[in-house]
């Protein structure tokens, strides 16, 4: 039971990626997703959450405006598109599952995975 992110990598200021978000041992409408970044030396910290049912999002404000959470069930798969990237997205993000929880609190997922690197340059 584990979530992979992918769709990390390297682009300028302004510019777009769009990250992936793979669950393997379960499916995906298990819980709320939520996606999560770590900058060097700082603390995790919650980007955005989807739930499960009827696709409520929450959006830290850092986010708003610029990065869209989404997924499909079908394909077990979740997204978060982002764009307008500034530098001080880069992190490493992951994605994370709850089943019975919907929020930004880190503690309250219990399945995560490997995270995949943002980087954006001045």
């Known amino acids: 039971v584990q979530l992979q992110a992918s769709g990390g990598g390297l682009v300028q200021t302004g510019g777009s990626l769009r990250l992936s978000c793979t669950a393997s041992g379960f499916t995906l409408d298990y819980g709320a997703i939520g996606w999560f970044r770590q900058a060097p030396g700082k603390e995790r910290e919650g980007v955005s959450c989807?739930?499960?049912?009827?696709?409520?999002?929450y959006y830290d404000e850092s986010a708003k405006g610029r990065f869209t959470i989404s997924r499909d069930n079908a394909k077990n798969l979740a997204y978060l598109q982002m764009n307008i990237l500034k530098p001080e997205d880069t992190a490493v993000y992951h994605c994370a599952a709850s089943p019975n929880y919907f929020g930004q609190d880190p503690g309250r997922y219990n399945i995560w995975g490997r995270g995949t690197l943002v980087t954006v340059s001045s």
């Open positions: 989807i739930s499960p049912r009827d696709g409520s999002t």
